[in-house]
T-cell receptor
């Protein structure tokens, strides 16, 4: 079974530049999550999609971050403009989406972003 | 709001020795509790989870965890550590509404020979 695919694996940009990350969840998974993991901390949820609708984006810095999940499959997370504090690993995860409490999340390997 | 505390930032154990990683949660009702492992360059992998019932749960790779309501704890244990267990371990909680996982800051496990 193919896992959650993310690209790119690494990205280095200068502050004020823009960057985009891509995620392809496991086939058939309705729920997709984007997490931000800053060095030395646990992952923090940025946004959760159920199919192509947003379930929770309360912790997404909407002045600079945006995400979309067109057609309810792939998703793109964008940062524009980037700040130094955005340096982190961005993790994508997916789940079946049939039981919000009792189901397993599958994580991708992440995109490591360095903002200089 | 629920939260998770992992008091130990870094732990080193000898190969073959037993392991216990601590996790304390803050939540009014019975939470859903999880342990994840993250190896370098790998995605997070679920080790085990607790929802209800038997307070001692078994997971993959020989790990187990015990839910203790009186102590608000969900400590991870393994009787004999292998060098391949060296990784970052995260405890996580989810409330009964099924909101997204809240992670602790993690504990880095090093295994010495």
């Amino acid at each position: 079974e193919a896992g959650v695919a993310q690209s790119p694996r690494y990205k280095i940009i200068e502050k004020r530049q823009s960057v985009a990350f891509w995620c392809n969840p496991i086939s058939g998974h309705a729920t997709l999550y984007w997490y931000q993991q800053i060095l030395g901390q646990g992952p923090k949820l940025l946004i959760q999609f159920q199919n192509n609708g947003v379930v929770d984006d309360s912790q997404l810095p909407k002045d600079r971050f945006s995400a979309e999940r067109l057609k309810g499959v792939d998703s793109t997370l964008k940062i524009q403009p980037a700040k130094l504090e955005d340096s982190a690993v961005y993790l994508c995860a997916s789940s079946l989406g049939r039981d919000r409490t009792n189901e397993k999340l599958f994580f991708g390997s992440g995109t490591q972003l360095s903002v200089l | 709001a629920q939260s998770v505390t992992q008091p130990d930032i870094h732990i080193t154990v000898s190969e073959g020795a037993s392991l216990e990683l601590r996790c304390n949660y803050s939540y009014g009702a019975t939470p859903y509790l999880f342990w994840y492992v993250q190896s370098p360059g790998q995605g997070l992998q679920l080790l085990l989870k607790y929802f209800s019932g038997d307070t001692l749960v078994q997971g993959i790779k020989g790990f187990e965890a015990e839910f203790k309501r009186s102590q608000s704890s969900f400590n991870l244990r393994k009787p004999s550590v292998h060098w391949s267990d060296a990784a970052e371990y995260f405890c996580a909680v989810k409330d009964q509404a099924g909101t997204a996982l809240i992670f602790g800051k993690g504990t880095t496990l090093s295994v010495s020979s």
